[in-house]
């Protein structure tokens, strides 16, 4: 698991991924990552404002360490949303 390099913990991930679940949260979520390109999956303080969202949605409290943990990851992954083999690398990596 990859995020584990990036000392994310499996707890943390495994938390996520039951509030995910709900579907209330899952459509927030959507929400808020719909337009989002690779461009702004690059851009540092872009990244820090959707990890800070996200932490909101999902209720979720970080510290600042596990906030930069997240952002070097995403920015680390080099993730295109529209490029359907990302999205299929992502899941494999959290399912």
Not at 31 to 45: A, E, H, I, P, S
């Given at each position: 698991?990859?995020?584990?390099?990036?000392?994310?913990?499996?707890?943390?991930?495994?938390?996520?991924?039951?509030?995910?679940?709900?579907?209330?949260v899952k459509d927030r979520m959507k929400m808020?990552?719909?337009?989002?390109?690779?461009?702004?999956?690059?851009?540092?303080?872009?990244?820090?404002?959707?990890?800070?969202?996200?932490?909101?949605?999902?209720?979720?409290?970080?510290?600042?360490?596990?906030?930069?943990?997240?952002?070097?990851?995403?920015?680390g992954q080099k993730i295109d949303p529209s490029?359907?083999?990302?999205?299929?690398?992502?899941?494999?990596?959290?399912?």
């Amino acid at each position: 698991m990859s995020y584990t390099k990036y000392g994310i913990r499996p707890e943390l991930v495994e938390r996520v991924k039951l509030k995910m679940k709900n579907p209330v949260v899952k459509d927030r979520m959507k929400m808020l990552l719909n337009g989002v390109t690779k461009y702004d999956l690059q851009d540092r303080t872009k990244v820090k404002k959707l990890v800070k969202t996200s932490s909101g949605i999902l209720q979720e409290s970080l510290t600042e360490q596990q906030e930069e943990q997240l952002i070097a990851f995403i920015l680390g992954q080099k993730i295109d949303p529209s490029n359907t083999l990302h999205l299929i690398k992502l899941w494999a990596m959290f399912r």
